[in-house]
């Protein structure tokens, strides 16, 4: 019911910024929460940031003071603007919504941060 597609994704080197993007389309209306999850090589898949539409948000301790998740005013549209990127943020990007106590999930973006 919901299709999300991401966008932004791409190399940097290590101290850059990218900024993501992930639009829902569909049924969009009472989605409660968006959010971005990461799984790098050899991990399992981890959260990275969330945000309720209170405007709550919720950040992975490893991500705090360098990441931060947004939405626009339609609320179908969130942002995970990342900055002061590190080597270890590799990983393929997935974004997350959340429906009717169900989850839907975009196909995932890979950041790559080199040295």
């Known amino acids: 019911q919901v299709h999300l597609v991401e966008s932004g994704g791409g190399l940097v080197q290590a101290g850059g910024s990218l900024r993501l993007s992930c639009t829902a389309s569909g049924n969009i209306v009472s989605i409660y929460a968006m959010g971005w999850y990461r799984q790098a090589p050899g991990k399992q898949r981890e959260l990275v940031a969330t945000?309720?539409?209170?405007?709550?948000?919720n950040y992975a301790d490893s991500v705090k003071g360098r990441f931060t998740i947004s939405r626009e005013n339609a609320k179908n549209t969130v942002f995970l603007q990342m900055n002061s990127l590190k080597p270890e943020d590799t990983a393929v990007y997935y974004c997350?919504?959340?429906?009717?106590?169900?989850?839907?999930w975009g196909q995932g973006t890979q950041v790559t941060v080199s040295s």
């Open positions: 997350n919504a959340e429906r009717m106590w169900r989850d839907y």
């Open positions: 945000i309720s539409s209170s405007g709550s948000t």
